[in-house]
């Protein structure tokens, strides 16, 4: 595996690899087996796998929240190797962001609601760092997980409006034996939040049972989503709701296919997670 850390250098082997397909894998590192798995499927696309490492200062709405992010590069590289990477690009700060860089991407739907309403610049942060790893890697297809579902329409979206010419694949959330959705974030639980940060998919699977029982109405599931999750004093929802799984409008009467949307802090650590409700599935 070649690892670059220079924009430069990264440009000039990228300008050598002209006649292959070439997949972009972005991450923020501390990599697990949700990336590995996203690392896996994308090897069936393409003839190189890139893999990027830059945790997003301007994605993330608190210096608190960003000071505390998992890092664990020299792990990293070791694991990206061990599992058939062949580039992969982790540049500093400043070459991505130097000093006079006042440009934005900002796709309005997505920068309004839910991640973008309650972390303010988040879904700005990211379209801004997609579009520029997107301009720098010139990728033919760039993957990105399910879990992070408004992220994963909010690129589908400004790739279609930008006419970026970038294939997007989504890879399904990868979960532990209990169901908890793989997330970096997760290193930042004690023993007892992971307890309870289990029953958050708990709570949507509740939730789309009842549609598939019969209830029709959002406000009816997202009641019972919330009842079920209040009993658990280390879970403090940010949003639950339910949404067309394909333009991200909110839905009152559930007649489509709809994703079931969570955010919630469990203990000090901030959490999402969704399940999808698929009509033909009955
Ligand atoms: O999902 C992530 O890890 C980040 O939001 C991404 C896509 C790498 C952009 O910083």
Redesign the pocket.
């Known amino acids: 595996m070649k690892i670059y850390y220079k924009i430069d250098d990264f440009l000039d082997a990228r300008s050598k690899l002209n006649s292959k397909k070439i997949i972009l894998v ?3 590192g501390s990599i697990h087996e949700g990336h590995i798995s996203l690392i896996n499927k994308a090897k069936l696309y393409a003839d190189i796998v890139i893999v ?1 490492i ?3 200062p301007i ?1 993330f709405n608190s210096s608190i929240d960003y000071d505390s992010y998992p890092r664990s590069i020299e792990e990293d590289k070791k694991t990206l190797e061990k599992n058939g990477v062949d580039i992969l690009f982790c540049p500093s700060t400043p070459e991505i962001y130097p000093e006079k860089f006042q440009t934005s991407v900002n796709v309005r739907l997505f920068s309004e609601v839910l991640e973008g309403k309650f972390r303010k610049g988040h879904m700005e ?2 379209a801004t ?2 579009t520029k ?1 997107f301009n720098l890697v010139r990728p033919d297809f760039a993957i ?2 399910e879990k ?1 579902f408004q ?1 994963l329409l909010l ?1 589908k979206s400004f790739v279609q409006d930008l006419n970026i010419p970038v294939k997007i694949i989504s890879g399904e959330t990868i979960r532990d034996n209990e169901g908890l959705a793989l997330s ?1 974030r997760n290193e930042k639980l004690t023993n007892n939040e992971k307890t309870q940060a289990i029953q958050i998919i708990k709570s949507l699977n509740l939730g789309v049972e009842k549609i598939r029982s019969g209830e029709k109405e959002s406000d009816k599931i997202i009641k019972k989503i919330r009842d079920y999750l209040e009993d658990f004093n280390l879970i403090q929802i940010e949003y639950i709701s339910i949404r067309d799984v394909n333009n991200f409008e909110k839905v009152h009467q559930i007649d489509r296919d709809v994703i079931v949307l969570i955010a919630a802090f469990v203990g000090k650590t901030r959490l999402i997670d969704n399940l999808i409700y698929r009509k033909k599935n009955g």
């Open positions: 972005p991450t923020m990027t830059f945790i997003n994605q942060g990211v760092i997609v790893l990105f997980g992070d992220q690129i970096s």
